[in-house]
């Protein structure tokens, strides 16, 4: 698989400004300001509603939104459909991953773009999907069996892998852990790793903040619609429940403040 072809580490791939999504009368995102750069990872976290999937439904041409630019590669660009923003390099992976369970692996990874589409090439796909999943390190038994007794973890695996054969500079992840065990979840996060490391800017949605930690190069919060902040994975959970939820008084903030007396009155 070629890499990601121009953009250098640290380039500006995407920039929103003041990005709005109206749905009739409901605001389900308002003023969002966003840049993703080449070889970072952006997990984007907020409550239920905050807005995330709307979010990364603007970018994957899925909803047009209704106030706002959004720059890629420097330019203006409408993503007036999920064709138009795949083409331009924008590939997402929905949380219900989209694969069919009754095709090999190979298959669902060229689904819909096979080498030469007249006459499959089998071997071609063949070994193109082994190499791509061995640069990814990606535990996957043999590409010639069935989705359906694959893991969770080697799913998520596969479906990453397929959105990669476009040679997208930017994916997107909703929820990519959220029904994976420990090692599975491990796993999967070493993946994004190995994403990010190709050049690729990497969008997560995630509700686990230990995941969020342990990938994230910028945590991006969204509250109510809104922007509510930019974090680094070192934020203290306190700070980042705090803008998440709005609220200052909570069972995080308070089990906060309870350690802090606590540590204040055995200085004492
Ligand atoms: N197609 C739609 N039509 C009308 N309202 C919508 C539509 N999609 C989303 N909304 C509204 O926009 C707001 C943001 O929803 P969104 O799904 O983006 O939240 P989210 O952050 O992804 O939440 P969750 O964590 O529950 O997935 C919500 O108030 C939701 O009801
Ligand atoms: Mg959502």
């Known amino acids: 698989m070629a890499n990601p072809s121009s953009a250098q580490k640290g380039e500006r791939i995407l920039s929103l400004r003041g990005v709005s999504k109206k749905f009739g009368a409901v605001s389900a995102l308002t003023d969002i300001d966003l840049d993703v750069h080449a070889g970072e990872v952006v997990a984007l976290v907020g409550d239920n509603g905050a807005g995330k999937s709307t979010l990364v439904k603007v970018l994957a041409g899925v909803h047009e939104p209704t106030g706002g630019t959004v720059e890629y590669m420097g330019k203006q660009v409408r993503l007036d459909s999920p064709a138009a923003a795949l083409n331009m390099g924008i590939a997402t992976v929905f949380q219900d991953l989209a694969l069919c369970e009754n095709l090999d692996v ?36 043999s590409v010639r069996e069935p989705v359906a007794s694959l893991s969770g973890g080697q799913r998520q695996t596969v479906a990453i892998a397929r ?13 990519p852990t959220a029904a994976l065990g420990v090692a599975q979840t491990a796993e999967v996060l070493n993946l994004i790793e190995r994403v990010r490391d190709r050049g690729l800017g990497v969008i ?29 994975p070192e934020t203290s959970n306190h700070d980042l429940v705090a803008a998440i939820t709005g609220a200052t008084d909570n069972s995080v903030s308070r089990r906060h403040d309870r350690l802090q007396t606590e540590a204040r009155e055995e200085a004492v």
């Open 106 to 141: 190979v298959a669902n990874l060229f689904l819909g773009h096979e080498i030469s589409p007249w006459r499959l090439d089998e071997v071609q796909m063949e070994v193109r999907a082994w190499t791509l999943l061995k640069e990814l390190a990606a535990r996957i038994p």
């Open 163 to 175: 959105s990669l054969l476009l040679d997208p500079r930017i994916i997107m992840l909703d929820e």
């Open 204 to 232: 997560i949605i995630s509700h686990n903040m230990e995941d969020v930690r342990a990938v994230a190069d910028r945590i991006v919060v969204l509250r109510l619609g809104r922007n509510n902040g930019v974090f680094t």
